[in-house]
Nanobody
């Protein structure tokens, strides 16, 4: 059974930093692309960043230069380092993996950026 567990969210002032973690189990982690999404209140869930098994990354324009996605295949974890946070980054952040065409999600971790 695939399980994704996010952690690391919290309340931070604008300009601050947070590091999110996602621990994966029940899946061959090393061969899968991993993603971070976020959903702000009243808005649709949006892709934030992705990282392939080989370490290639992509980012939403809104976070380029501020966020960094990385992975540790030995620990079966994916991370999202978030710097220079803005109030617009306030959202629930979700870890995601796509298996057989189906999206699998964690429970999410709340990030609140105060101005």
């Amino acid at each position: 059974q695939v399980q994704l567990v996010e952690s690391g969210g919290g309340l931070v002032q604008a300009g601050g930093s947070l590091r999110l973690s996602c621990a994966a189990s029940g899946v061959i982690f090393s061969i899968n692309t991993m993603y971070w999404y976020r959903q702000a209140p009243g808005k649709q869930r949006e892709l934030v960043a992705g990282i392939t098994s080989g370490g290639n990354t992509n980012y939403a324009d809104s976070v380029k230069g501020r966020f960094t996605i990385s992975r540790d295949n030995a620990k079966r974890q994916v991370y999202l380092q978030m710097n220079s946070l803005k109030p617009d980054d306030t959202a629930v952040y979700y870890c995601n993996i796509r298996l057989g065409g189906a999206n699998r999600w964690g429970q999410g971790t709340q990030v609140i950026v105060s101005s």
